[in-house]
């Protein structure tokens, strides 16, 4: 029995020595064929370079090998340098003029997109005195004044939108505004009778003055010493200033007639300030 199981112990041992070896072998032939194909890659890749170096024989340094490949190299005989410049050169005025229209391109496509809020024409912006009173200004300013004429069109060369014309405006009367008299405050230096005085002024400049004339006199923001100047002005053409303290406006009516006939004109229907306080003065001075 103990022979029998010593062979078979032996076989067992002889099967695996065996099963060794042949897993070695494999291995080796792994290891072989893996550095056969390393060996192929390497050689192939070396094969392809020198290839190409050969391909590109003649290949200028500073040009590039796209450039030979697709057309010098197969140009016969010597390179014409004088043709290749001329090329090249040309190939960069197409370049160049192709970024150009690009940008001429994307120029028009932004002031195309900045104009769709542009009113049609310079004339279609919008302006409201209102805008005067918010600051306190007593002014107007006429559709037809140059300076607002002037605005208009340079919005309107610029694109500006009518929200951004209006911005335009309101900084520019903002920043002059403190230029312009307040009559509240001018009223201080002019005593108790400011507003009769005012108004006494402007009736004189209403007889007097021509129609255009008697405009730009009432549109003017009117201070203390232009109310001042204006009175000595009118002493030196002859005519009464305002007296102060006696209640009564110079050239008001005296008689119902006057009354009724000052009471007919256009200034009276309007409001106009001083033709409605020469009516009152004569009532008052035939009631008294």
């Known amino acids: 029995m103990e022979d029998g199981q010593d062979q078979n112990q032996e076989s067992n041992q002889d099967s695996k020595e065996t099963e060794n070896a042949n897993a070695g072998a494999d291995t080796q032939n792994q290891d072989t064929s893996t550095d056969g194909q390393d060996s192929k890659n390497l050689d192939g890749e070396a094969g392809q370079k020198a290839s190409d170096d050969q391909a590109r024989d003649g290949k200028p340094e500073w040009m590039s090998d796209k450039d030979w490949d ?59 005195n209102e805008v005067l009173e918010s600051l306190g200004l007593e ?28 911005e335009l405006i309101n900084m520019h009367l903002a920043g002059v505004s403190e230029f312009f008299p307040n009559w509240d405050d001018e009223k201080l230096s002019l005593g108790d009778h400011a507003d009769d005085r005012a108004a006494y002024l402007n009736s004189w400049a209403g007889k007097y003055l021509t129609p255009d004339s008697y405009k730009a006199i009432e549109k003017m923001a009117l201070s203390a010493d232009m109310v001042v100047a204006l009175e000595e002005i009118m002493e030196l053409t002859g005519s009464a200033k305002f007296a102060p303290g006696t209640g009564q406006v110079s050239g008001a009516p005296t008689s119902k007639d006057e009354i009724h006939k000052l009471m007919d004109t256009d200034e009276y229907r309007n409001g106009d300030p001083a033709t409605v306080k020469k009516v009152q003065a004569g009532f008052k001075r035939l009631s008294a």
């Open 70 to 128: 697709e057309k010098y190299s197969k140009i016969d005989g010597d390179l014409d340098y004088t043709k290749i410049a001329a090329d090249y050169a040309q190939r960069y005025d197409n370049a160049n003029k192709l970024v150009n229209t690009r940008k001429d391109n994307i120029r028009d496509e932004v002031k195309a997109e900045a104009l769709q809020n542009r009113p049609e024409s310079a004339s279609k912006y919008e302006f409201s």
């Open 139 to 166: 002014a107007e300013i006429a559709d037809d004044h140059p300076g607002l004429l002037q605005a208009k069109n340079f919005a309107f060369e610029r694109g500006f939108s009518q929200e951004e014309f209006g």
